[in-house]
């Protein structure tokens, strides 16, 4: 049975100090397990990929998108995030 709460949180900018850090603190702070990270520096552009689990997060899913948002604004990279079913439609070949 598949997982309803995994969400796919994809970071993208340039790089700087503490990106991992920010995102990784929220995500700790509100009960949101990382299930698998991956990141990349490429000519000093950033990339990160990061499925978590909600299951144990008190906050909706709405609020987390919305929160992690804005601590992307607050850090100059774009955050987005998308429940993991919605992200293996848009990518289907």
């Not at 990160?48 to 100059?76: H, N, R, V, W, Y």
């Amino acid at each position: 049975m598949e997982n309803k709460n995994r969400t796919i949180v994809t970071v993208v900018g340039k790089d700087t100090v503490g990106i991992i850090a920010k995102i990784t603190t929220y995500l700790a702070n509100n009960h949101i397990n990382v299930l698998d990270i991956s990141q990349t520096i490429v000519q000093g552009l950033f990339h990160m990929m990061l499925i978590a689990d909600l299951t144990t997060s008190d906050k909706p899913f709405d609020e987390c998108q919305k929160e992690l948002a804005q601590i992307g604004e607050e850090i100059g990279v774009e955050i987005r995030v998308q429940k993991e079913e919605i992200f293996e439609m848009m990518h289907r070949v």
